[in-house]
């Protein structure tokens, strides 16, 4: 094995162990309490999973992007919640590490993010703008009297962990003056942050990911905003590694729904040796589903991988086609196969507190559709196809 390889390979054994050893214990309470898999984030703490994204170079682990992908896979199995924590953070490390230009504040809170184990909540969405990242209505704001401070004040939706992140990843307007789609990222620590909740968080899946309203309020230094504009950030990282990485924990949520369908049927087989299993014929067809998803979501990671080579690529028309598809088509799909798991093992897999209860599965992956609502991206691509030359 390469180096590299060697050092995925100890990354994902130890986000295996978290997976099977704590987040699959806690998981049921976590949904069950709408709470935050406090258990599983202080375990990939512990792991030094939380910065394994980050270079070397600057402390990190340095582990692929298929890695981090193959562990939202892995964490999604097991919790629904850890692993969609465990992905919006790394999309927020992929973001800094990807744009932070030469910023020496940039390259220090990495080496931070490292030795601190620091976790990073996202507020891009927005009231006045739902899901639609590539615009704001709040702006990052000169601050009287202080010639590098700056100030903003968002009103977020959906902020998830926000309450138990250390740093926020917020889009905003560049300045007052700017128009909607002139956006900066900035990246600011809870510490010098108001968080006002405007709501709770009881909703019908993704309990844990505890993901209420906040009005968010701070004043920051101005080097604290990414050097790359959001525009290019959102087109060359936000997105496509959004949706690759939802879209991973989509598939093991699924994939789980999909084992736990088997173990029903073949717990009927032993049962009555010989005798047919008439839910067989129906797992048979749940495989199908999970399979579309599975090649929908491989393909994906490769051809991101092999577009990353060339930034340029990323860039294309075709390309954002195909990773809005992906987030179209996986959302989609993975209520699919958690609803044909459940009708493998009726009223069992119904259950709540039966090992083949898959009703959490199942709410979780709802929320899948709405995590951008796919109308909006839809309607991006109902442009998008007016003129893009090749999809
Ligand atoms: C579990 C979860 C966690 C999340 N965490 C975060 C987070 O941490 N940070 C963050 O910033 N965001 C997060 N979001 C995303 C955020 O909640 C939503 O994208 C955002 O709040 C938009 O909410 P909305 O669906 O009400 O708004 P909209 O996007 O405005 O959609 C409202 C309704 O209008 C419809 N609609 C919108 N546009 C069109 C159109 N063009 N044509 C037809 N119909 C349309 C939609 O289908 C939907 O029915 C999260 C979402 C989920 C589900």
């Known amino acids: 094995m390469t180096v590299a390889a060697d050092r995925d390979a100890a990354f994902l054994a130890g986000i295996g162990e978290v997976a099977d050893a704590i987040a699959a214990v806690h998981a049921d309470d976590v949904d069950r309490q709408a709470r935050f898999p406090v258990e599983a ?14 270079p070397e170079s600057l402390g990190g682990a340095g582990v692929s992007l298929r890695a981090i992908a193959e562990a939202c896979f892995t964490l999604g199995r097991r919790c629904g919640a850890t692993a969609m924590v465990f992905a919006m953070h790394q999309i927020q490390v992929a973001t800094i590490v990807r744009h932070l230009g030469d910023s020496d504040h940039f390259e220090d809170y990495l080496r931070r993010l490292v030795s601190e184990q620091r976790l990073i909540a996202s507020a891009t969405s927005e009231v006045g703008t739902g899901g639609d990242m590539s615009k704001s209505v709040a702006a990052l704001t000169p601050v009287d009297g202080a010639p590098d401070r700056r100030s903003f004040e968002k009103q977020g939706p959906t902020v998830s962990y926000g309450g138990h992140a250390d740093d926020l990843l917020t889009t905003l307007r560049a300045h007052p003056d700017a128009q909607p789609g002139e956006q900066v990222a900035v990246l600011h620590a809870a510490a010098e942050t108001t968080l006002e909740p405007t709501g709770t968080w009881d909703p019908l899946g993704m309990r844990g990911t505890c993901s209420p309203g906040f009005v968010v309020r701070a004043e920051v230094d101005a080097e604290q905003a990414l050097p790359t504009p959001f525009s290019t950030i959102a087109t060359e990282t936000m997105v496509p590694i959004s949706h690759l990485l939802w879209a991973h924990v989509w598939l093991g949520i699924a994939t789980d ?35 579309l998803l ?98």
């Open 41 to 54: 984030v202080d375990a990939l703490r512990e792991r030094q999973a939380l910065s394994a994204f980050v």
């Open 257 to 291: 729904a999909f084992d736990r369908a088997r173990a029903f049927v073949r717990a009927a087989a032993r049962r009555a040796p010989g005798a047919p299993v008439p839910q067989a014929v129906k797992l048979s067809h749940t495989l199908t589903e999970l399979s």
């Open 294 to 391: 599975r090649a929908t979501v491989h393909s994906a990671l490769d051809a991101f991988l092999a577009a990353d080579e060339d930034p340029e690529c990323l860039s294309t028309m075709a390309i954002a086609l195909q990773f809005n598809n992906l987030k179209l088509a996986a959302s989609e799909q993975a209520p699919r196969v958690c609803q044909s798991a459940m009708a493998v093992s009726g009223i069992v897999g119904f259950k709540n507190d039966t090992p083949f209860s898959v009703g959490r599965h199942l709410r979780d992956s709802m929320s899948a559709a709405l995590m951008v609502a796919n109308d909006r991206i839809h309607q991006t691509n109902a442009g998008l196809l007016l003129i893009a030359k090749e999809v």
